[in-house]
């Protein structure tokens, strides 16, 4: 099978292509409209193509060898963090999800991998997530889609974001997100085994000499769930968000309290800081969807 090459919309600073480049593929095109996160871009991936606005996007614009396409759109309009703001898909940054089907309709890759906040399911009662699907199924993907933690891939941090695949003409992409076989079903939440979903959590961080502190303690107990606030010291922290609740560092529990001095990073980075690591998709959950699609095209 030749290389696959990917065009990384809504890039960031750059989590699906990480995975996708630790795995063999050849990241050929990016967009991404934040200058920090274009810094961070250009400096890893130097021979790809980086456009800033993909409303100036052009099909002709994207290399035609690249067969997969990634999309993170903005979730700030569909996330249940924004309680009383979330306008789905009539606010102007989620909706420009249709920008990235208007791209598609003009070239239509064998594959396609979206990526959001669990709040898309919910979104107007469900009514953003249908037109999601709705878009992506007339253009004929054969779609799958699950909403996957980040905390049993290894990486000590809850995350849950819902991942949508899409294959041309098939539903190969039930093969890339789910196992075959029945699904263990409990009574209720917690009762179920942590069994990582890609590898071994070996060599994450979850000795109990480790904390992960946050800001933000005041206002939600710790049972508040994954955008609880305060720290922990089981080894694995609390969704990192993007509005500088979370500090971003996982420290010894004998480092000095001061974080940022733990952390090593200037304060004149931190606005830039939080919203790209909260904004980022995690590299081990689309490094196991990237490994699971290259496993289907060497199948055939």
Not at 76 to 92: H, I, P, T, V, Y
Not at 129 to 138: A, G, N, P, S, T
Not at 166 to 176: D, E, H, I, K, N
Request: net charge positive; aromatic share 10%; hydrophobic share 35%.
């Amino acid at each position: 099978m030749n290389t696959m090459e990917v065009a990384s919309f809504f890039a960031g600073i750059g989590g699906f292509d990480l995975a996708f480049e630790q795995i063999g593929m050849k990241v050929v095109f990016q967009c991404e409209i934040n200058k920090f996160a274009q810094t961070i871009l250009k400096k890893h991936w130097p021979d790809s193509l980086l456009m800033p606005d993909i409303r100036k996007v052009q099909v002709q614009d994207i290399p035609k060898n690249a067969n997969l396409w990634c999309a993170g759109f903005p979730c700030q309009d569909l996330s249940s963090a924004n309680q009383g703001k979330r306008r789905g898909f009539d606010g102007e940054r989620s909706s420009l999800f249709y920008e990235f089907v208007r791209l598609l309709k003009e070239r239509k890759p064998k594959w396609i991998i979206l990526e959001n906040v669990p709040g898309l399911l919910n979104s107007h009662q469900g009514e953003d997530f249908r037109c999601v699907i709705k878009e992506l199924d007339e253009l004929g993907y054969g779609l799958s889609w699950r909403v996957l933690d980040a905390k049993y891939f290894g990486t000590p941090q809850r995350r849950r974001r819902v991942y949508i695949v899409g294959s041309l003409g098939s539903l190969s992409s039930a093969r890339v997100l789910f196992e075959e076989g029945a699904t263990r079903v409990v009574a209720r939440q917690g009762l179920g085994e942590k069994v990582p979903g890609a590898g071994t959590a070996a060599n994450s961080n979850r000795e109990t000499d480790y904390y992960a502190i946050q800001h933000a303690s005041i206002g939600r107990k710790a049972s508040a769930g994954p955008q609880a606030k305060g720290y922990r010291n089981d080894g694995e922290t609390y969704t990192l968000d993007s509005r500088g609740s979370s500090d971003v560092v996982v420290c010894p529990t004998d480092a000095p309290f001061r974080v940022r001095k733990a952390s090593g990073i200037s304060k004149k980075l931190d606005s830039s800081r939080y919203r790209a690591i909260g904004n980022a998709v995690n590299v081990e959950v689309v490094r196991w969807i990237g490994q699971r699609i290259l496993d289907i095209e060497r199948s055939r």
